[in-house]
């Protein structure tokens, strides 16, 4: 297996655009997680779906943030409009029903100018 | 309000002697504790895990210990190596291993 995909690995983007990252979970995961890492804050979990189906977004920072999974192979995050604060690095997770182990994506570094 | 404190933001080591990173956690209810190593550009990568019916568990150079009434874990990497340079996560999880709360990280240095 290739691991959990993510795209890009890095977008550089003014302020305002609409900004997409993209992940693709290892086959058979049934639950995808969605991180945000920030040298403040570590890393904290934004979102995460079961079975495709959102379970806990509350970590989503605001509004301006939206996760889907419309299939079991592919979810994405996106931004808009982007600010500055919103540069980090968004890395995706993926875990089959009953493990203990999360694993994770290369990430994707976002910087909003 | 964080769930999970690694107090210590930086450690420095020399190659060959102990290296010690701690966590603290506020939730009773964890029940699986792992640790997870970050190199730059990359993703966390699983290092070790325990569960909360054990105080201790090693792997190789890697031991990791759980003291729940104090509810604090701890990693300890004997003898430390310079390629073990990278930030590490305590994480802990529920029962199943769902909504993992991660620690802000600790960036160990293994000076040779």
């Known amino acids: 297996d290739a691991g959990v995909i993510q795209s890009p690995r890095h977008e550089v983007t003014e302020m305002g655009q609409e900004v997409t990252l993209r992940c693709k979970p290892i086959s058979g995961h049934d639950y995808l997680f969605w991180y945000r890492q920030t040298m403040m804050r570590g890393l904290e979990l934004l979102i995460y779906?079961?079975?495709?189906?959102?379970?806990?977004d509350s970590g989503m920072p605001e509004d301006r943030f939206s996760a889907k999974m419309p299939n079991a192979s592919f979810s994405t995050l996106k931004i808009q409009p982007s600010e500055p604060r919103d540069s980090a690095v968004y890395f995706c997770?993926?875990?089959?029903?009953?493990?203990?182990?999360?694993?994770f994506g290369a990430g994707s570094r976002l910087t909003v100018l | 309000d964080q769930q999970v404190k690694q107090n210590s933001p930086s450690l420095s080591v020399q190659e060959g002697r102990i290296s010690i990173l701690n966590c603290d956690y506020t939730?009773?209810?964890?029940?699986?504790f792992l640790w997870y190593k970050k190199y730059p550009a990359e993703g966390p990568t699983f290092l070790i895990s325990i569960s909360s019916i054990k105080d201790k568990n090693e792997d190789g150079r890697f031991t990791v210990f759980l003291n729940k009434s104090a509810k604090h874990l701890s990693l300890h990497i004997v003898p430390s190596q310079p390629g073990d340079s990278a930030v590490y996560f305590c994480a802990m999880a529920g029962n199943y291993g769902q909504n993992f709360v991660f620690g802000p990280g600790t960036r160990l240095s293994v000076l040779p």
């Open positions: 997770a993926s875990i089959p029903y009953g493990a203990n182990v999360l694993t």
């Open positions: 779906f079961n079975n495709n189906v959102p379970i806990d």
């Open positions: 939730n009773s209810m964890f029940d699986y």
